[in-house]
């Protein structure tokens, strides 16, 4: 028996609206992220094989004392550091070591970074050599301090370099990158700091 002038009221249509009000709901501060962008994820730094190891290759290969080096943290790529212009040094940089990869349909690499304000370079490699060692392809992406912002990088605009110079060829072939990587060498010493949410291509 119920009480004087209560009334009973089925519980199942709560029941079938509950797993549509949980729908709505706004996501926990713990949920995975996503970002929407277009293009092919290359790298998203959540432990698995296919994201590669990330080396540091720093400019005591030529007689400088700069440091830096890479680690990922919570599924972002932090590339740290101090650099130094002693010793004609002055440039720090992390590469990854995953498989060959086709870039042949892509006409640009897009980055999710926060950094220091500071300019880095994106790094591409192939198979092509200069004097025995590997060419780099190169070019340069802007920093805002401490903002998250997508940027966004031509291959087009990449140019060959080896060790610092400029080369007048041969052009960057699409369909076998072997390496990626991101540089510091902007001839300003000192601390710098830049973490990678996601590499894409698009």
Known sequence: MLPEGRSFAPRWPWLLLAPLIVSLLPPASGAIRTDGSPGTLLFQFSGSAGDGAWGAVNDGVMGGVSRGGATIIDGVLHFRGVLS????????????????????????????????????????????????????????????????????????????????????????????????????????????ALEVDWIRSR
Do not use: C, M
């Open 85 to 192: 212009l002693e010793n004609n040094g002055g440039f720090s940089s992390v590469r990854s070591s995953g498989p060959a990869r086709d870039l042949s349909p892509a006409t640009a690499i897009v980055l999710r970074v926060r950094g220091d304000g500071r300019t880095y370079r994106l790094q591409l490699a192939t198979d092509a050599s200069f004097r025995g060692a590997r060419i780099s392809y190169q070019a340069p992406f802007a920093t805002r301090r401490g903002e998250w912002i997508e940027v966004t990088v031509p291959l087009d605009s990449l140019e060959p370099r080896f060790r610092g110079q400029r080369l007048r060829g041969p052009p960057l072939d699409r369909s076998r990158i072997e390496e990626f990587g991101l540089s510091l060498s902007d001839g300003n010493p000192g601390p710098f």
